[in-house]
């Protein structure tokens, strides 16, 4: 089986500072890992995924991931935090046995602080 | 363009009425699923499809039907509300894409369920 772990239910940050939200992961076989936010009243927005290759991904606003093998870790950072960060962030690991479904870790809740 | 749209988006019942919830996609996506969210749990996959006509448990499926008549519809039922399932319910698809290339998830912006 496979699982996800956020070790943090919230962390805290001044705007402008760098952030980090932990994710570890436990998989047999590859990991396809993503992150996903929410902001309050919505659905889960995609952020970015680990497929292959490059340890440090990409992805949408200012946010990057690096991939950790050796840790198996996936951790979410960005250089310079802003108030609008403030929301729920996710991570998933591709569930090999729902077809393409997610196993999701319990959430981490960012407060960015003026 | 609408994406993933979810009806309604509120409803309280009682313990032992039904209703079913809706989830309408128009992005032409093969996968769709059903999650609950619940404090501190993250989401939970309930049932999931992988194409019109075939649908799939997943990690809590007890207490839930669902069906899939038409492609960009996947229904969610609750035949005897209980308050245990009391939660946020969202729906999600996701285009089939290649083994790898797997596509995100899109995802609608929730059903919240009281059950009294």
């Known amino acids: 089986a496979q699982s996800v772990a956020q070790p943090e239910d919230q962390v805290n940050v001044a705007e402008g500072n760098p952030l980090t939200v932990k994710c570890t992961y436990s998989v047999s076989g590859n990991p396809y890992l993503f992150w996903y936010v929410q902001y309050p009243n919505r659905g889960l927005q995609f952020l970015l995924k680990?497929?292959?290759?490059?340890?440090l991904v990409k992805g949408s606003y200012g946010f990057e991931a690096e991939f950790n093998k050796s840790q198996t870790s996936f951790h979410l950072k960005k250089p310079s935090a802003l108030v609008s960060d403030s929301a729920l962030y996710f991570c998933a690991v591709r569930d090999y046995k729902c077809r393409r479904a997610l196993t999701f870790g319990s959430g981490t809740r960012l407060q960015v602080q003026p | 363009n609408a994406g993933v749209t979810q009806t309604p988006k509120f409803r309280v019942l009682k313990t032992g009425q039904s209703m079913t919830l809706l989830c309408a996609q128009d992005m032409n996506h093969e996968y769709m699923y059903w999650y609950r969210q619940d404090p501190g749990m993250g989401l939970r996959l309930i049932h999931y499809s992988v194409g019109e006509g075939t649908t799939a448990k997943g990690e809590v499926p007890d207490g839930y039907n669902v069906s899939r008549l038409k492609k960009q519809n996947f229904l969610l039922g609750l035949e005897s509300a209980a308050p245990s399932q009391t939660s946020v319910y969202f729906c999600a698809s996701s285009p089939r894409g290649g083994e790898g290339r797997l596509e995100p998830q899109h995802f609608g912006d929730g059903t919240r369920l009281s059950i009294l």
């Open positions: 680990y497929i292959t290759g490059d340890n």
